[in-house]
């Protein structure tokens, strides 16, 4: 079945990396997704991978894949506070044309 | 978010009336999706679209139907609400439905009391 799975909070000091996990379900999904929703506000697309690769690198932010195990990470470095934000991971299986979003996880970014 | 514009942006309503949300797209994408969020439960799929009149339900579509009669224009309708249905509704559209991810509007916030 589909489902995608994350940690509901994490927080971090400013100048920190910060680590985001996500694990799925499904082996035969395609693109996973990173998006980003600050307060009142819908979501952006920041990055995401294809599923035959195992890192994508996109300045502050560096994805890695692990397909054995279904997971999924992102990594930001040097954490601002203008990060503080909720990330959702979602996946794209192959025989469908919808996203599937994890629960979201809170990112607070303290000084 | 540009090309993408939800309305109402706010809404209270009282349970058991029937209400519209309207999602209006400047892209001219094929796809266009109603997702609501709820606290721990991320997004949830509710219907989309994949062209004029094509389109099909997502996992939470009990309560809910959907019109696309144009490309530009994706409603949702809730026949008679309810106070489970408060939440908040987002609406995405995509080119292709794969790839390059979705775009999504602000939001349309809606509590049923």
């Known amino acids: 079945g589909e489902d995608v799975e994350q940690s509901l909070f994490l927080s971090v000091r400013e100048g920190d990396s910060s680590v985001i996990n996500c694990t799925y379900t499904?082996?035969?999904?395609?693109?996973l997704y990173w998006y980003k929703q600050e307060p009142g506000a819908g979501l952006q697309l920041l990055t995401y991978i294809f599923s035959n690769m195992d890192m994508k690198q996109d300045q502050r932010l560096t994805v890695l894949l692990n397909k054995k195990d279904k997971h999924l990470s992102l990594r930001i470095a040097d954490t601002q506070t203008g990060d503080s934000a909720i990330y959702f991971c979602?996946?794209?299986?192959?025989?469908?044309?919808?996203?599937?979003f994890g629960t979201g996880t809170r990112l607070q970014v303290f000084p | 978010d540009a090309g993408i514009t939800q309305s109402p942006r706010h809404k209270v309503t009282e349970t058991g009336t029937p209400v519209t949300l309207r999602c209006h797209q400047t892209?001219?994408?094929?796809?266009m999706y109603w997702y609501r969020q709820d606290p721990g439960h991320g997004l949830r799929l509710i219907h989309y679209s994949y062209g004029v009149k094509d389109t099909d339900k997502g996992e939470v579509s009990d309560g809910y139907s959907v019109s696309r009669s144009k490309t530009e224009d994706f409603l949702l309708t809730l026949e008679s609400a309810t106070s489970s249905q408060t939440s908040v509704y987002f609406c995405a559209i995509s080119p292709s439905g794969q790839g390059n991810g979705y775009t999504f509007g602000s939001g349309t916030r809606l509590t049923v009391v």
């Open positions: 499904d082996s035969s999904s395609t693109y």
């Open positions: 979602a996946e794209l299986t192959s025989n469908t044309d919808k996203l599937i």
């Open positions: 892209e001219n994408h094929r796809y």
